[in-house]
Structure formats: structure tokens, C-alpha cells
Nanobody
Framework: QVQLVESGGGLVQAGGSLRLSCGASGSIFSINDMGWYRQAPGKQRELVAVITSGGSTNYTDSVKGRFTISRDNTKNTVYLLMNSLKPEDTAVYYC???????????????WGQGTQVTVSS
């Protein structure tokens, strides 16, 4: 019973910036990891960044130094600030949240609807 809504995607020129947001709602008991994945046409979905409930972060090598993941636990929201964007960053970006809802003991993985990020040269 957890729903994720993403926003912030769009078209930007190389070197520009975008900030993605993903808010979780529903019957939430707790949220553990929150992260962002992306999938380009013809390629596998890859993990871009993840942030734990304690604030520890990890990034894929291709975005280190350019992207910053953060979260606001009071709003059940995760953000991805993308700076110095490159054409190879073009993809559909998906929010992912590992959470427990009221009445369930097992942690489950939830996905947002995806938001398109297009970087032009």
C-alpha cells in the first residue's frame, strides 16, 4: 500500500542541471533504502544512486561528482540533483523505495512511474 510519484524530468542542454523528486505515500510503516535507477533505450536498467535510512550514499561511477542524492524523512521524499549533465545521461529515471506498510512484516520494493530525462548536445 505504498505509492510513489516522480517529478522533475525534462529536456536540458549538456552541462545543465535538473532535480528529480519522488514522494512516497500510503500506509507506510517504515522506509529503508531509497534510490534512483535509469534505463536507456536498448540497455539494462542500472542503479544510479542509493541512500539508506541513516543517510549513507552510494553512486555508480559514471555519475560520481555530478549527481547528489538526498532525502527528507519528514516528507517521505527522495531527491536526485543532477549537475553537469551529459547526453549519455539520457534515460527514463525510476524511483525505488524499500519499505514496510502497516500490517506487513516483509519489506517490499516499490517503483515510481518513471520520468524522462533528455540531455541534448
Amino acid at each position: 500500500q505504498v505509492q510513489l510519484v516522480e517529478s522533475g524530468g525534462g529536456l536540458v542542454q549538456a552541462g545543465g542541471s535538473l532535480r528529480l523528486s519522488c514522494g512516497a505515500s500510503g500506509s507506510i510503516f517504515s522506509i529503508n533504502d531509497m534510490g534512483w535507477y535509469r534505463q536507456a533505450p536498448g540497455k539494462q536498467r542500472e542503479l544510479v544512486a542509493v541512500i539508506t535510512s541513516g543517510g549513507s550514499t552510494n553512486y555508480t561511477d559514471s555519475v560520481k561528482g555530478r549527481f547528489t542524492i538526498s532525502r527528507d524523512n519528514t516528507k517521505n521524499t527522495v531527491y536526485l540533483l543532477m549537475n553537469s549533465l551529459k547526453p549519455e545521461d539520457t534515460a527514463v529515471y525510476y524511483c525505488n523505495v524499500k519499505a514496510r506498510s502497516w500490517g506487513l512484516q516483509q519489506e517490499r520494493s516499490y517503483w515510481g512511474q518513471g520520468t524522462q530525462v533528455t540531455v541534448s548536445s
